[in-house]
């Protein structure tokens, strides 16, 4: 069946319509709106510590694996 040509520019305008609704919901909001990239923990000033026989600065484990020596403090 062979389409009248009436069809093909409600089609046309059809997609138009759902191009411009598309584009329009993903497109980036306001510049202003858009919140300042966090700064990353720095842990290199929290104080050496140990859990059990791990090495820990911050809340990060640190030493791979290597048990830590008995003189560095026991986080409570």
Do not use: C, N
């Not at 305008?13 to 858009?34: D, Q, S």
């Not at 919140?35 to 990060?60: H, M, N």
Request: glycine letters at 10%; aromatic letters at 6%; zero cysteines.
């Amino acid at each position: 069946m062979i389409a009248a040509p009436a069809s093909r520019t409600r089609t046309t305008a059809m997609a138009a319509a759902v191009a411009a609704l598309l584009l329009a919901v993903l497109a980036p909001g306001p510049a202003g709106g858009a919140t300042p990239p966090a700064v990353p923990y720095d842990s290199s000033f929290a104080p050496l510590t140990r859990i059990g026989d791990q090495l820990t600065r911050g809340d990060q484990l640190t030493g791979h694996g290597a048990q830590a020596p008995f003189w560095i403090p026991e986080q409570p």
